[in-house]
């Protein structure tokens, strides 16, 4: 299914790799002894290594035909992208809810271990650590909370991020009506409609284009973004060259959208 056409996606997506590895190449930045979490290019380099990741298992999956896994790997590239957006727009805000969200996590993670192996309540030595640190959470952070991508995308800039993650969440991420329909497959036979099972659906090269095109499109957002956060780099100076080749790719691709 690859084609030369594919070749050409495939290279311009080593090239944004090449540039996010080159951004934290270029940033020279030290990470902080104390409570590295706190400082925000610390924080904004850890969210573009982590799209670099992301990016590459999406790359990864769309060579091996696989629509659906790229998508949830494109998926996190847009919250990372909202992600970064939120720590851009206000860092001190963001990185709280970041902690608290954390926090938050944590103490519903405990919580459910303790329910579940001591159903009764009883005293357990052995749980005392786990209680005690769970109650030192609690008097630290007392209101429960969590991060949440819609709020943090319409505070930003970015807030049309959201409506890829949203989509992708519905269509790949999570169990639902549209993410199981994706094994279903209608035929007329006869003049009837069949509906049949299919384990491994083929996706087709205009589908796996579009994605690796949208996936491309949340790595440079993090790249660009991540790149004003932390003062500029010399291999950040290259993002506009890189968003305008996007950009040509993109009308190259709708040229050959299916009538």
Known sequence: MHNEEFFKLFAFGERLID???GIIADSKIEVPHAFWGRDPKVVALTLLSRTLSNFKGASIMVREDLLVEA???TRCCFENLISAAGLHTDSAKFIDALVRDEATSRRKRGKFILERQNPDGQVRE???????YLKKLEEEYPKAATLNQRHIAESTVLRDAYIYYGHF????????????SHHLKSEVENDQVVRTLEVAPVPTAYDL???FLEVCDAMIGVAVTVNEIIGGTKTGESLR???????????????????
């Open 19 to 21: 540039a996010g590895i």
């Open 71 to 73: 998508q949830v790997l």
């Open 126 to 132: 052995y749980e005392t650590p786990l209680r005690e």
């Open 169 to 180: 969440s519905a269509i790949a991420t999570h169990v639902s009506a549209s993410s199981l």
């Open 209 to 211: 284009k579009e994605l």
């Open 241 to 259: 060259a890189l968003m305008e080749e996007h950009r040509a790719l993109q009308i190259e691709h709708l040229r050959t959208a299916p009538s």
